[in-house]
């Protein structure tokens, strides 16, 4: 029973370790060092140590203040990718270390495996949040806050009441775990950002790009020769996915490729009430108002790396009402 009881609190205690490493360990061992917890599992003692106690506060308090900025809360986890699941495999290799070495093993990279998880969704996430939010920090600050209090109370509710909050766990990660390749789609597009904006120094784009043969049917006649590379969001049916935004005489259009299928969105110049072009650290934001079927106000947003500036700023300039 105690090796289940194990079990089921180091689900829980390492998906939270693949959001915030240091405040989950520094929970954990504060809960060791001064017996808030009844009953916590023998094999979490090993936290019950000062060094390691202060050297999570001090870089918990580090992620505290970097993880609220825009990008650099990115950067921060680009290189979290190679702390986060180390940290909680080796979290799981302590606590599993009286069992049998095949055993100990297998639980540290069910740990470090799980922590991977929960770090490409709150990479991802945190990606797409800062390429597409109107908020910017406001929003990094918000979620930030958040992710923070989610881990101490699930670490907390996990030590006290580890089979209720491990069953949630396992279920939670199975549910993330559908999640995971497009979450590191975006990490993808980040790493591509930042590269980008380190290029956009010595180079910018100034030829449109050529639209791919098979896209060339689903965009219609017209010009196609005016076509930028850009992702997508807000737009039904093509949100968050990387295709083409194009201009004809009549429509600003995005039309992209999805498995063996093509898609289309069509957004009637009539239609638009206005465009801005938001310049954040590593990418440019196309912001487009528009009235949709139902006469609804929306916004459309088109996401260009930095090399892609002056193509933007181009595309800004030819539609109506941009400001």
Same mark, same amino acid.
């Given at each position: 029973?105690?090796?289940?009881?194990? /079990?089921?609190?180091?689900?829980?205690?390492?998906?939270?370790?693949?959001?915030?490493?240091?405040?989950?360990?520094?929970?954990?061992?504060?809960?060791?060092?001064?017996?808030?917890?009844?009953?916590?599992?023998? =094999?979490?003692?090993?936290?019950?140590?000062?060094?390691?106690?202060?050297?999570?506060?001090?870089?918990?308090?580090?992620? #505290?203040?970097?993880?609220?900025?825009?990008?650099?809360?990115?950067?921060?986890?680009?290189?979290?990718?190679?702390?986060?699941?180390?940290?909680? +495999?080796?979290?799981?290799?302590?606590?599993?270390?009286?069992?049998?070495?095949?055993?100990?093993?297998? +639980?540290? /990279?069910?740990? +470090?495996?799980?922590?991977?998880?929960?770090?490409?969704?709150?990479?991802?996430?945190?990606?797409?949040?800062?390429?597409?939010?109107?908020?910017?920090?406001?929003?990094?600050?918000?979620?930030?806050?958040?992710?923070?209090?989610?881990?101490?109370?699930?670490?907390?509710?996990?030590?006290?009441?580890?089979?209720?909050? +491990?069953? !949630?766990?396992?279920?939670?990660?199975?549910?993330? #775990? #559908? #999640?995971?390749?497009?979450?590191?789609?975006?990490?993808?597009?980040?790493?591509?950002?930042?590269?980008?904006?380190?290029?956009?120094?010595?180079?910018?784009?100034?030829?449109?790009?050529?639209?791919?043969?098979?896209?060339?049917?689903?965009?219609?006649?017209?010009?196609?020769?005016?076509? !930028?590379?850009?992702?997508?969001?807000? /737009?039904?049916?093509?949100?968050?996915?990387?295709?083409?935004?194009?201009?004809?005489?009549?429509?600003?259009?995005?039309?992209?490729?999805?498995?063996?299928?093509?898609?289309?969105?069509?957004?009637?110049?009539?239609?638009?009430?206005?465009?801005?072009?938001?310049?954040?650290?590593?990418?440019?934001?196309?912001?487009?108002?528009?009235?949709?079927?139902?006469?609804?106000?929306?916004? =459309?947003?088109?996401?260009?790396?930095?090399?892609?500036?002056?193509?933007?700023?181009?595309?800004?300039?030819?539609?109506?009402?941009?400001?």
């Amino acid at each position: 029973m105690e090796g289940l009881r194990l /079990l089921m609190t180091m689900l829980p205690v390492s998906l939270m370790a693949g959001v915030n490493l240091y405040a989950t360990v520094a929970v954990v061992g504060i809960s060791a060092k001064f017996g808030l917890v009844d009953g916590m599992p023998e =094999a979490l003692q090993v936290f019950d140590n000062w060094l390691l106690i202060s050297i999570a506060v001090v870089m918990y308090a580090a992620e #505290f203040v970097v993880d609220k900025f825009e990008f650099f809360d990115n950067a921060w986890d680009l290189i979290s990718t190679f702390i986060r699941p180390v940290g909680a +495999g080796l979290m799981g290799l302590a606590a599993f270390g009286e069992l049998d070495p095949a055993l100990s093993l297998a +639980g540290a /990279l069910l740990c +470090g495996g799980i922590a991977l998880e929960s770090h490409s969704i709150k990479a991802g996430s945190r990606a797409v949040l800062n390429m597409v939010s109107p908020a910017e920090t406001v929003s990094n600050v918000c979620v930030s806050i958040a992710e923070d209090i989610m881990v101490f109370f699930f670490v907390i509710m996990a030590l006290v009441y580890p089979f209720v909050i +491990g069953f !949630i766990a396992l279920i939670a990660a199975v549910i993330l #775990f #559908f #999640f995971v390749p497009r979450m590191l789609k975006w990490i993808f597009v980040l790493f591509k950002a930042v590269f980008a904006g380190v290029r956009s120094w010595f180079y910018l784009q100034e030829e449109f790009d050529v639209l791919p043969d098979n896209l060339k049917e689903i965009a219609g006649s017209g010009d196609t020769k005016s076509v !930028i590379s850009c992702s997508s969001s807000g /737009l039904k049916g093509v949100s968050g996915m990387k295709g083409f935004v194009l201009l004809n005489g009549k429509s600003l259009i995005f039309v992209c490729r999805k498995w063996f299928n093509s898609r289309k969105c069509e957004l009637p110049l009539s239609s638009i009430s206005g465009a801005r072009l938001r310049h954040r650290l590593f990418l440019d934001i196309l912001e487009v108002g528009y009235r949709n079927p139902d006469s609804k106000s929306t916004t =459309a947003r088109f996401v260009f790396f930095k090399d892609q500036s002056a193509l933007a700023e181009r595309l800004l300039k030819s539609l109506p009402l941009s400001t």
